[in-house]
């Protein structure tokens, strides 16, 4: 059966690192790979291998099942990760009682940018999926 562009494992190995807030270089020496090879599989110009997985899952084990079938991208507890964290501000609301009005920008934003650490954390990650979206080169060289 051949696979859609957003079911590819690049795509979901791109997802993890935006949502564990890294950027490229950061996550190419933690899994010890050469410069370019995160780039190549995240663009889909390489496909994931067994010494893929063994590298992710020795550092990430909890998202091997994401990468190799697709679902629900799961951090676990204690993971710091930015999109753990604005999952964990968008909770907070909804267990204080608080309406989220996702509709309203304003009160989506206050909910996220109310933390400073969180704050930072979820610019920097805004910051790099726009640069993505818009083609900018960013950390690549």
Known sequence: MEQTVSERAGIRLKRLRLALGLKRPQMEKTLGYPKGRLTNLENLNGRLNEDDFFHIGTHYPWAI??????????????????????GKAVGNVAAAGEELAISNPQELMKALT???AMKAAFQEM????????????????
């Not at 979206?133 to 060289?141: F, I, P, Q, T, W």
């Open 65 to 86: 099942k994401y990468l190799a079938i697709g679902g629900d991208l799961i951090i676990p507890e204690g993971v710091d990760a930015p999109a753990a964290n604005v």
């Open 114 to 116: 109310s933390d400073p």
């Open 126 to 141: 805004l910051v790099e999926v726009l640069q993505q979206g818009l083609g900018a080169k960013d950390d690549r060289d």
